[in-house]
Each structure stands twice: as structure tokens, then as C-alpha cells.
């Protein structure tokens, strides 16, 4: 027996790296799991459904979260975000204004969408993936700070609205994941300057932020709700 069994999960940026972790632990616990990616593909892994959404495009979250609403997810996990790197003063408005709607508004609009299933059934439980950088920052990072800064006040707002119907919502702050992603843009020598910036001297790994997601999202949580938990071996604290 699953600890999700009979539940059903949706997670956004399921195909890779955490995201995939997300999906296949909550899979293992019994859910059956939906994952959405940004493209059409025919890779996807067998044990989940999937739908392609483009988070960049408004009116397509707009449909995708219109159609969410009558499918009865128990467990909602937004996992999708994207980051470019500018100096604050080089900001494209352009750029801003996309990674806010990737990282804040397309997870703002499936909450709203599932929150009615969820109030009915008297039980849900909501997931947004933030970051150590909604929690600190560093140069160039303004407009990614500041999407996971409102990701992280809206999952608070969300929590104290909705506790009474037996909905949790909290957000999880990786710090430096060792992914696939990871290492392709920094390489073997940036991972080894991370890592010795980490009091744990490694980079933490997919499934152990998917373990902790798992965990929010199932019913050993009873009572923790509006809460940003940073997982990152402790960077945030040197």
C-alpha cells in the first residue's frame, strides 16, 4: 500500500531533472500521476499521462488550467520554471515579464484551477517548487528573485485561505541540484566550485527534494502549511 494510493497528482516540469524525480516518487507511492511539459514528445515515460503546455504562453495555461478543473487532482506539484541572467539594468521587460508568467502566474492559475475539487473532496495538497534564490540572492538575478519571491508569498496567501478545508500548500526551495541541467551549464569545474560552497561539500540530488515534496503531498502532513522549506545542505545558513 502507497501512501497516495487512490490519489491523483499533477506535476508541471515533470520530464527532467527534479520535476521527474517529483513524479516518479509520488508514482511509486500509488498516485497516478499526470506530468506536463513544454512540447509535444513521445519519450515520455510510460507510467505517467502527459500533457504538453506552453507556460510561456498565456492563453495556453489559460485553456490547460480551464481544463484542469474538473479532474479531480488531489495533489498539485508546479515544478516548471525557467531563469535568464541579466544585469539588473540590461533587463529586457520582455524577459521579466516572461519569467513571471512562467514562474508565477501559470502555477497561480492551476492552483486556482484545482482549489474546487480540492474544497469538495475536503483534502488537498499544493507544492510549489521556489528556490534558495526566493529565499537569498546574488547578482544578476533580479528577475528570478523575484518570480520565486512571489511564488513563495502566494503559496503563504494560498495557505492561510484554504487551511480550513483541509488544503495544505508550501513551497520547497531547492539550493544547487545536481542535475543534467546543472551539470551542462556549469561543468566539472563549476560543480566543484559549488560544492565547496556547500557546508555538505556535494550538491543535493533529485530525489531527495522528491522525497521531501512526497512527503508534503501526502497524509503523514497534517499540520504543516505556509511554509518555504529550503533544502540546500545548509548554503543559505554559512
Known amino acids: 500500500m502507497g501512501l497516495l494510493d487512490g490519489r491523483k497528482a499533477l506535476v508541471t516540469g515533470g ?9 516518479a516518487r509520488l508514482h511509486d507511492e500509488g498516485a497516478e500521476v499526470t506530468v506536463v511539459g ?40 508546479n515544478c516548471a520554471g525557467i531563469n535568464k541572467i541579466f544585469p539588473f539594468a540590461d533587463i529586457p521587460p520582455e524577459v521579466f515579464d516572461e519569467i513571471q508568467q512562467v514562474n508565477v502566474r501559470a502555477p497561480f492559475r492551476l492552483c ?46 494560498l495557505a492561510v485561505e484554504v487551511a480550513e478545508h483541509g488544503i495544505l500548500a508550501n513551497c520547497v526551495g531547492p539550493g544547487f541540484i545536481d542535475t543534467e541541467l546543472t551539470r551542462r551549464v556549469l561543468g566539472e569545474d563549476g560543480i566543484a566550485e559549488l560544492r565547496d560552497q556547500v557546508p555538505m561539500k556535494r550538491l543535493g540530488k533529485p530525489d531527495e527534494i522528491a522525497h521531501l515534496v512526497c512527503w508534503l503531498s501526502g497524509p503523514e502532513n497534517t499540520y504543516l502549511t505556509g511554509q518555504n522549506i529550503i533544502c540546500d545542505g545548509g548554503f543559505t545558513r554559512v
Not at 529565499?135 to 520565486?148: F, N
Open 112 to 157: 486556482q484551477a484545482v482549489l474546487p475539487g480540492m474544497k469538495a473532496a475536503g483534502w488537498g495538497r499544493n507544492v510549489n517548487i521556489s528556490s534558495i534564490f526566493g529565499h537569498v540572492t546574488r547578482a544578476q538575478r533580479a528577475s528570478y528573485s523575484t518570480s520565486k519571491f512571489g511564488l513563495n508569498g502566494m503559496t503563504c496567501a
Open 15 to 23: 520530464t527532467r531533472g527534479i520535476g521527474a524525480a517529483i513524479a
Open 38 to 77: 513544454s512540447r509535444p514528445r513521445e519519450d515520455v515515460d510510460g507510467r505517467f499521462a502527459y500533457e504538453a503546455v506552453d507556460f510561456c504562453d498565456r492563453a495556453a495555461v489559460d485553456a490547460f488550467a480551464e481544463r484542469v478543473q474538473d479532474t479531480g487532482f488531489d495533489v498539485l506539484v
